[in-house]
């Protein structure tokens, strides 16, 4: 079974940091490219950024570009999301997600961004 | 960016009847590179992560009930469901992973 756990989210100030983390399990990681998608009230589903299984391609969402940063881990099967520069509009449940269509998605991680 | 437009944004059906919903991309999702349209269909229920239900347009997820059809092409698309399930309350969201930036519709709303 896939199994996909966000940790990392929380309380942040605007300009503030975070990095979240995704572990993976029940599937060959190295195989698969891996997704960033966040959620919010407002937004509605929002791709982030993805990253191919073997860090070739990486793609970012315009309104996160230059400060977000996508990673991975092959050898831990593990996923990162590198958040800097927080803004206010970066709040949101992050779910991490796999697939080359994205298949599977995890339960998310809570960011809010406030003052 | 490729823009998603659902409809309805909200849709009340009764056990047992038949729902569509209708979403159209801004420009083509149908790919030459092997024939296909890169969109898929997803089921967020109450409280939960969204689920895989189709892509390709019209290849079901494994394990995804034969009740849910996805149709169409180029920039119009359907998800069917035949016969109305309680547990199929829920939100539905179509997807093109196209090209970046992928993109969502805004959602359907699935109530009985």
């Known amino acids: 079974e896939v199994q996909l756990v966000e940790s990392g989210g929380g309380l942040v100030q605007p300009g503030r940091s975070l990095r979240l983390s995704c572990a993976a399990a029940g599937f060959k990681f190295d195989d698969y490219a891996m997704h960033w998608v966040r959620q919010s009230p407002k937004k509605g589903l929002e791709w982030v950024s993805s990253l191919n299984r073997n860090r070739a391609t990486i793609a970012y969402a315009e309104s996160v570009k230059g400060r977000f940063t996508i990673s991975r881990d092959n050898a831990k099967n593990s996923l990162y999301l590198q958040m800097d520069s927080l803004r206010v509009e970066d709040s949101g449940l992050y779910y991490c997600?796999?697939?080359?269509?994205?298949?599977?998605w995890g339960r998310g991680t809570l960011v809010t961004v406030s003052s | 960016d490729i823009v998603m437009t659902q409809s309805p944004d909200s849709l009340a059906v009764s056990l047992g009847e038949r729902a569509s919903i209708s979403c159209k991309s801004s420009q083509t999702v149908f790919h030459s590179s092997n024939n296909k349209n890169w969109l898929a269909w997803y089921r967020q229920k109450p409280g939960q992560s969204p689920e895989l239900l189709v892509y390709?347009?019209?290849t079901r997820q494994s394990g995804v009930p034969d009740r849910f059809r996805g149709s169409g092409s180029g920039t119009d698309f359907t998800l069917t469901i035949s016969s109305l399930q309680a547990e199929d309350v829920a939100v539905y969201y179509c997807h093109q992973y196209y090209k970046t930036p992928y993109t969502f519709g805004q959602g359907t709303k699935l109530e009985i």
């Open positions: 997600a796999s697939g080359n269509v994205i298949g599977h």
């Open positions: 390709w347009a019209s």
